[in-house]
């Protein structure tokens, strides 16, 4: 079993910064591909970013440029660190992690943080 807990999200004025950060439980969470997912109300949850365990990344079109996903293997947490931030990004942002098949596979989800974008 895998537990994340999200934190940072917030209330920002468009065109600020926020940074989120997700903490996972486990020793060996370099071996996690991890991600982050945003779901707005009435929408479905979209991809955001993701980070493999050798630390490629990969971005949805609509935050590149924008948001910096990056990990921190010796303290288990993963950052989303986004900039320029408008009101279509208000959303509960999640925290997600996938286990390799080799060690027991699995896809893990935090709680949420909720993050709004508004003047």
């Known amino acids: 079993q895998v537990q994340l807990v999200e934190s940072g999200g917030g209330l920002v004025q468009p065109g600020g910064s926020l940074r989120l950060s997700c903490a996972a439980s486990?020793?060996?969470?370099?071996?996690?591909?991890m991600g982050w997912y945003r779901q707005a109300p009435g929408k479905e949850r979209e991809l955001v970013a993701t980070i493999s365990s050798g630390g490629t990344t990969n971005y949805a079109d609509f935050v590149k440029g924008r948001f910096t996903i990056s990990r921190d293997n010796a303290k288990n947490t993963v950052f989303l660190q986004m900039a320029s931030l408008k009101p279509e990004d208000t959303a509960v942002y999640y925290c997600?992690?996938?286990?390799?098949?080799?060690?027991?596979?699995?896809?893990?989800w935090g709680q949420g943080t909720q993050v709004t974008v508004s003047s």
């Open positions: 997600n992690a996938n286990r390799p098949k080799f060690i027991g596979g699995g896809d893990y």
């Open positions: 486990g020793s060996i969470f370099r071996l996690y591909a």
